[in-house]
């Protein structure tokens, strides 16, 4: 007989048996508790199952892309500190800033407040909470008393309120970021920023700033000094015009392009169209250097065409070449510029080798701040 039918006819024989509710209830509990059993058997693999493939799911997530969750949470550097600054500083203007003062300066026009109590309930206001918080935005540069101090000297969005009832737009082209050989916390920066109008005429001024790292909170500006050429800007700001159509200048980058220890040179000097005299030479007085960069940093250039410098390179002879370059640890010899004066006393300039003649830049004839140049140069020159 099959298993199932023996059991069944147990059955029919059990119903006629005469048993007592306790042993019924009994039974029953019985027979509850071992099919409970059966169940927990067979449904723990099943969670255990489940609970792994959690487990291993979280870990491969985790460990697969750490790299990623680490770049985003990793904190900058100094130099991409400052960087990201000047990206922020100098490419506008700032539109929402400037429509944010705007709508907290109307509110005030519209607002009596004849007590403090009014003005400070003012405070409260949409309008200024928005400009607060968007101001506070550079908090993620500067120790916290170090950015309200500069929001409320304008050193943040000086410029942003010139720019604004014009066509004018200031776009950030090179900067060159150095830290202080002597103070590691302290950084310099040397800025080109250009202004364009709507026509597409462009004009330059370079900028140098200084930036001091906080030593208690790390990465964090405690300190920023603005320390030339802000003025300058200013003014273009507010007569374009003057400068544009070749009347623009354009000042050497080259005080604080670079942590040097030695400046030097090699020249060539025609003194007669068949004759010339070489002369090179170094030095590390940094009184000697600082007078030959002073010179320079006050030497204005404008924009060249190529064409321009290549015709005048073929029409005019030239009468001196001078190639000025700094050395430090990291480079044992950049050429910052090439100057050549030619025969009718204007200065061409290029960067690196390009002997004054691939289309950099050049001025208009200043040749007694050149020929001072060549003096100092020559205090140190070897024939």
């Known amino acids: 007989m099959e298993p199932s039918k023996k059991f069944d006819d147990l059955l029919k024989e059990m119903k006629d048996v005469e048993r007592s509710e306790e042993t019924k209830r009994n039974t029953w509990l019985a027979l509850k508790d071992r099919i409970q059993t059966k169940r927990k058997r067979s449904l723990f693999p099943v969670f255990i199952s489940l609970a792994i493939v959690a487990i291993a799911s979280f870990l491969f997530l985790t460990y697969s892309i750490p790299s990623e969750i680490e770049q985003a949470t990793a904190p900058l550097s100094n130099e991409e500190v400052i960087m990201a600054l000047l990206e922020k500083k100098y490419n506008g203007p700032d539109r929402k800033f400037l429509r944010l003062i705007r709508e907290w300066m109307d509110l005030q026009s519209v607002t009596e407040t004849k007590t403090q109590e009014e003005y400070d309930q003012l405070l409260k206001s949409k309008e200024y909470m928005d400009l607060v918080e968007y101001q506070n935005t550079f908090g993620v540069y500067f120790t916290e ?220 004839p200043d040749v007694f701040k050149y020929e001072h140049v060549k003096q100092l140069l020559d205090e140190f020159a070897e024939n």
């Open 145 to 364: 008393a170090t950015v309200q101090n500069l929001i409320n000297s304008n050193m943040l969005f000086g410029y942003d309120y010139f720019l604004e009832d014009t066509d004018l737009e200031i776009h950030l082209e090179n900067a060159d970021i150095k830290q202080e050989k002597d103070h590691p916390n302290i950084y310099r920066s040397t800025i080109e920023v250009s202004l364009t109008n709507s026509e597409g005429q462009k004009i330059y001024q370079t900028l140098q700033e200084e930036y001091i790292f906080s030593t208690s909170e790390l990465g964090k500006i405690g300190r920023y000094n603005s320390a030339k050429g802000g003025q300058e800007l200013l003014e273009k700001i507010e007569n374009f015009s003057a400068y544009v159509g070749g009347n623009e200048v354009r000042t050497p980058a080259f005080r604080n392009t670079i942590s040097f220890n030695t400046l030097c040179f090699n020249g060539k000097i025609y003194e007669s169209r068949s004759k010339e005299k070489n002369l090179h030479g170094c030095t590390a007085d940094r009184k000697q250097i600082n007078s030959i960069l002073q010179v320079f940093d006050h030497l204005p250039i404008k924009e060249a065409t190529e064409q321009e410098s290549g015709e005048r390179a073929k029409a005019l002879p030239q009468m001196d070449n001078y190639q000025i370059y700094l050395t430090n640890a990291v480079d044992t010899g950049t050429t910052l510029y090439t100057i050549t004066l030619y025969e009718d006393g204007v200065l061409m300039f290029a960067p690196g080798l390009d002997v004054g003649i691939l289309g950099d830049t050049n001025t208009k």
